[in-house]
Nanobody
Framework: QVQLVESGGGLVQAGGSLRLSCAAS????????MGWYRQAPGKQRELVAI???????NYADSVKGRFTISRDNAKNTVYLQMNSLKPEDTAVYYC???????????????WGQGTQVTVSS
């Protein structure tokens, strides 16, 4: 089995920074795309940023220029550096990854349990 474990969430004032981490563990053969999504109360889960195994990135318009996604393939870990945080960034942030595990020949999609990010005004 594969597990994604997020860390780094918390409470921060507007304009501040946080760095989220997500480590994948288990019988991992390879990981394709990794990403971060978020869900605010009463809203649908939305894409924040994704990064391919080759390092190509894509961001939601609302976070471009403020957030940076990166990954360490040797550690099976993806990061999200969040700067200039705004109250509207408040949400539960979820890690997501396409993982080929064990002897499987396919990539399956996995989610982390989520980490709360709260930005006070």
């Amino acid at each position: 089995q594969v597990q994604l474990v997020e860390s780094g969430g918390g409470l921060v004032q507007a304009g501040g920074s946080l760095r989220l981490s997500c480590a994948a563990s288990g019988s991992i053969f390879s990981i394709n795309t990794m990403g971060w999504y978020r869900q605010a109360p009463g809203k649908q889960r939305e894409l924040v940023a994704i990064i391919t195994s080759g390092g190509n990135t894509n961001y939601a318009d609302s976070v471009k220029g403020r957030f940076t996604i990166s990954r360490d393939n040797a550690k099976n870990t993806v990061y999200l550096q969040m700067n200039s945080l705004k109250p509207e960034d408040t949400a539960v942030y979820y890690c997501n990854a396409d993982v080929r595990a064990g002897i499987s020949r396919r990539y399956d999609n996995y989610w982390g349990q989520g980490t709360q990010v709260t930005v006070s005004s």
